[in-house]
């Protein structure tokens, strides 16, 4: 991850990220090492984007590689579970899939030094998302295309959180989008319902099995017995869409 520094860099460094790589019982794990000025111990994690080792400043390498080789076995097993739900990084370029309502749109860009778009132009059309403009790197692509996505997700949750509360006898809440990257849904006792935009990616069904859910939630403000009994009473198959959102979800975080 980069950071756009606004200020001069401290003379003091309180925290830095690096790449590395140690052999377990015969397999090579990559993984990333953060050292954080005031960091106690040495904490390990594995997750979608692999194995992150959190020290301090000055913990040796060795107590590093000591502490990892301990857990050999747990480091594996964690790696392997998450092995088919890995996060993959999205690439920005033409003939890449997107995730657009559950179905693909492959990424074309159109880049020309002499566009007079200032700003990148995005349409899609016939299961292709063109990106029009000056610059092909990725951070400007992406940006636009997470504009486009918040753009149709907006009207698309709305008009569902209306369709559902209406048919359910419920007030229709406001909507709103959020950037949550592990939440796709949430609502708060003002009656103000938000979802990820990210969900925008996934199929019509499993959009509408959130929507009812965080709708549930506007009778029940818990996971009770009586708020699934509400979420099914919204959606019948709601045990299959949720499990189906669970799988899969590490496809819609890859931006
Ligand atoms: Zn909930």
């Known amino acids: 991850m980069f950071f756009k520094l606004k200020r001069p860099l401290p003379t003091t460094i309180a925290s830095e990220q690096s790449e590395r790589s140690i052999a377990l019982q015969g397999h090579r794990v990559d993984y990333k ?27 040796p390498m060795s107590a590093v590689e000591e502490m990892i080789g301990k ?13 088919h739900r890995r996060i993959v990084p999205q690439a920005w370029q033409t003939g890449t899939t997107i995730f657009f309502m559950g179905d693909g749109l492959t990424l074309m860009l159109d880049i020309a030094d002499d ?10 059309l016939m299961g292709h998302l063109f990106v029009r403009g000056r610059s092909a790197a990725g951070t400007v ?5 997470v504009d486009w996505y918040k753009k149709q997700a907006l009207p698309h949750f709305a008009q569902r959180a209306f369709f559902f509360a209406k ?9 709103f989008l959020s950037s949550a990257n592990g939440r796709w849904g949430s609502c708060n006792a003002r009656r103000e319902v938000r979802f990820s935009w990210r969900l925008i990616k996934a199929r019509p069904a ?17 996971h009770s017995t009586a708020f699934w009994q509400e979420v099914e009473h919204m959606c019948s198959d709601y045990r299959e869409l949720k499990a189906e959102l669970d799988a899969h979800d ?6």
């Open 115 to 124: 566009s007079t778009r200032r700003k990148p132009f995005v349409e899609s």
């Open 250 to 255: 590490h496809k819609f975080r890859a931006f």
């Open 206 to 222: 499993l959009i509408d099995y959130v929507v009812c859910h965080e709708l549930a939630h506007l009778r029940h403000m818990n």
């Open 141 to 145: 692509i992406e940006k636009a295309v």
């Open 71 to 83: 857990n050999a076995d747990w480091v594996l097993k964690k790696l392997d579970e998450w092995s």
């Open 167 to 175: 048919l359910h006898g419920l007030v229709p809440p406001h909507v």
């Open 33 to 59: 090492l953060v050292r954080r000025r005031g960091r106690r111990g040495v904490g390990l994690k594995v997750d979608g984007t692999g194995m992150t080792v959190a020290v301090s400043l000055s913990t």
